[in-house]
């Protein structure tokens, strides 16, 4: 694909419709998705139209219509791994913005498609989006984990 928006529209939009979601649905995925971050201590005005703000490529919502996941896309020619930073900084940024628990991320060239649980593990290859439900039940499961710090050893097992 000689570009992003290719890849996007050929490969990435096929994906994510084969795992069940509904691309043009702006209830599931919305895309280009405006993450205002503020301007620079030293500026008062923006200098461009898009000083001050960040674009995912993707964000995933659940049913209750909060950001499950954000997706950073790159071109296919480029290792996806490029695009990892910019998803962990999108996430940060929404998760301060807007006060939400958003620890999933994903980074793709079209080919290429790894998953960030940016709090427990590192990231993985996978080799293709969850569905819906799937990533709601990771969210339900990563909201109720428990520190394994407070768990107590059976000696009879040990």
């Known amino acids: 694909m000689k570009n992003e928006k290719h890849t996007r529209k050929q490969l990435i939009d096929l994906k994510l419709t084969q795992a069940g979601w509904d691309v043009a649905d702006r209830s599931q995925v919305i895309e280009e998705y405006d993450i205002k971050v503020g301007l620079p201590d030293d500026v008062a005005e923006p200098q461009t139209p898009y000083q001050g703000h960040l674009f995912s490529d993707y964000v995933l919502l659940g049913k209750d219509g909060k950001i499950l996941a954000v997706v950073e896309a790159k071109k296919t020619s480029v290792d996806a791994a490029i695009g990892r930073e910019q998803a962990k ?37 996978v080799f293709g989006f969850p569905t819906h439900d799937d990533l709601e039940r990771y969210q339900y499961i990563w909201r109720s984990r428990k520190s394994l710090a407070g768990e107590l050893i059976n000696t009879q097992i040990a």
Do not use: A, R, S, V
């Not at 900084?89 to 929404?94: P, T």
């Not at 620890?103 to 427990?120: A, R, V």
């Open 89 to 125: 900084q999108y996430c940060f940024h929404i998760k301060e913005k807007q006060n939400q628990e958003l620890p999933f991320c994903f980074y793709t060239n079209g080919y290429d498609i790894y998953f960030c649980d940016l709090e427990n593990y590192p990231p993985k290859k």
